[in-house]
């Protein structure tokens, strides 16, 4: 199968504070990871020893949501972060997205052309 990773993918647009972005990636760590404990137990199980996760970044919801339409098209497990609104950010904002824990080969076709957080 190969290595099982998690990527989170942040929006650089709104312009959050660090601990806004760690907050934020924090909740896409966890809807992922409880999303593929129940779709893919395989894949968690493996997951969860090293916990592998990368942060990258778009410029904005557009390149965001064509990231996760090339999730749904190759079948991979994502989770999209909606901001409350109780601090820096419009209620409903859609913030970040994580794609896995899945297998990276997959994961990479969607993303390892997007630079580094």
């Not at 493996?46 to 916990?51: D, I, L, Y």
């Not at 994502?78 to 997959?106: K, M, R, Y």
């Amino acid at each position: 199968m190969g290595d099982i990773k998690q990527v989170i993918i942040v929006r650089t647009d709104l312009k959050m504070g660090k601990g806004k972005i760690a907050a934020q990636v924090g909740h896409a760590c966890v809807l992922g990871a409880e999303h593929v404990r129940k779709s893919h137990p395989e894949w968690y199980q493996e997951w969860w020893g090293g916990q592998e996760k990368v942060v990258v970044k778009v410029s904005g919801i557009k390149e965001l949501q064509e990231v996760k339409r090339h999730a749904i098209d190759l079948n991979l497990p994502w989770s999209e972060v909606t901001d409350a609104g109780h601090t820096q950010i419009a209620p409903g904002t859609t913030t970040c997205i994580s794609i896995g824990p899945a297998p990276e080969n997959l994961i990479d076709k969607i993303t390892s052309e997007l630079k580094l957080l």
